[in-house]
């Protein structure tokens, strides 16, 4: 099993995303609804990095620094796969994968500092 094929894809009906349904263990640590980074080790989810836990700054443009780099710190531990997903009614929805290496860090930060935007 991968984590890619665990995604399910929209149809007709209900989902009108991508998404990972969580399986009974995972849904221990879902951490509630908002744009989080999901750590996958052999297709399980094991851990999530959730900006909003963050503590709170004087300064936006600080606070959004610290959040895209905590992120990042995130994601280059090498023995894992990250997924950027958000989390709705213990479902990962529009997941992408995260690599350091490619435009989808780019993605990462932009959302990090939506979060934490949102926060302030």
Not at 13 to 33: D, S, V
Not at 45 to 65: H, N, S, W
Request: include cysteine; charge should be negative; glycine fraction near 4%.
């Amino acid at each position: 099993m991968t984590v890619e094929s665990r995604i399910l894809f929209p149809e007709s009906g209900a989902r009108r995303c991508e998404t990972i349904p969580l399986f009974p263990e995972e849904k221990a640590i879902y951490p509630g609804a908002g744009w989080k980074i999901a750590r996958f080790q052999n297709a399980r989810l094991i851990a999530f990095f959730d900006a909003q836990a963050l503590p709170m700054l004087d300064d936006l443009d600080a606070a959004i620094d610290e959040a895209c780099a905590k992120a990042l710190e995130f994601v280059s531990a090498p023995a894992y796969e990250h997924w950027l997903v958000m989390c709705s009614g213990y479902e990962l929805c529009e997941p992408r994968k995260i690599n350091t290496d490619d435009a989808s860090a780019a993605v990462l930060a932009r959302r990090m500092g939506e979060v934490i935007r949102a926060l302030y």
